[in-house]
């Protein structure tokens, strides 16, 4: 069973950070690009950032030098750091994980960035 769960998020003041994880389990994780996406209330879901197999990263012009992307394959999590958090980074927060025509989701997690 297909399972992606995410932890980290909170709430958390303007200029703050937060550490969300994602941990995978019941598909080969290390062959599969992961990604966090986030959705705002009546807003689309957007992608945040995303890492491929090897490595590579790409971001959302709106998180780029504030989020960090980074995988660890022998624990089969993913996680994003946060830095600098604005009030328009306050979303619910979900993981995915893609390869050719199959797409996995994650519950989400809360992230409301206040003061």
């Known amino acids: 069973q297909v399972q992606l769960v995410e932890s980290g998020g909170g709430l958390v003041q303007p200029g703050g950070s937060l550490r969300l994880s994602c941990a995978a389990s019941?598909?080969?994780?290390?062959?599969?690009?992961m990604g966090w996406y986030r959705q705002a209330p009546g807003k689309q879901r957007e992608l945040v950032a995303r890492i491929s197999l090897s490595g590579i990263t790409n971001y959302a012009d709106s998180v780029k030098g504030r989020f960090a992307i980074s995988r660890d394959n022998a624990k089969n999590t993913v996680y994003l750091q946060m830095n600098s958090l604005k009030a328009d980074d306050t979303a619910v927060y979900y993981c995915?994980?893609?390869?050719?025509?199959?797409?996995?989701w994650g519950q989400g997690t809360q992230v409301t960035v206040s003061s």
């Open positions: 995915n994980a893609a390869r050719d025509l199959r797409d996995f």
């Open positions: 019941g598909f080969n994780f290390r062959i599969y690009v």
